[in-house]
């Protein structure tokens, strides 16, 4: 299976963007799909997830109120619509297939789209 990550991009403190993630192929019930994001300098951090199955979501506190993850099974699509963006946001967004919310488990990425908020 492959990811294909899409939608970043330059936006102004307060903006919004809404990234894409398309899997080639139709991820299980049992998956987790989940967003991640890595800043210069820094790890690469967990921001949000969501099970195919049950949609139940996870987040970062960092996020929590400001970010929504969703999915589209009839595209195999995942999406993460961020509000409120803020220059600690300024990242490069990848999103991954996992078999559980433990960052461990995401053994599918995909390439990283960029985001950038200007202050």
């Known amino acids: 299976v492959q990811l294909q990550a899409s939608g970043g991009g330059l936006v102004q403190t307060g903006g919004s963007l809404r990234l894409s993630c398309a899997a080639s192929?139709?991820?299980?019930?049992?998956?987790?799909m989940g967003w991640f994001r890595q800043a210069p300098g820094k790890d690469r951090e967990f921001v949000a997830a969501?099970?195919?199955?049950?949609?139940?979501?996870y987040y970062a506190d960092s996020v929590k109120g400001r970010f929504a993850i969703s999915r589209d099974s009839a595209k195999n699509t995942v999406y993460l619509q961020m509000n409120s963006l803020n220059p600690e946001d300024t990242a490069v967004y990848y999103c991954?297939?996992?078999?559980?919310?433990?960052?461990?488990?995401?053994?599918?990425w995909g390439q990283g789209t960029q985001v950038t908020v200007s202050s």
């Open positions: 192929g139709r991820p299980y019930s049992s998956h987790v």
């Open positions: 991954a297939r996992g078999t559980s919310t433990a960052t461990s488990d995401f053994r599918v």
């Open positions: 969501i099970r195919w199955g049950s949609l139940r979501t």
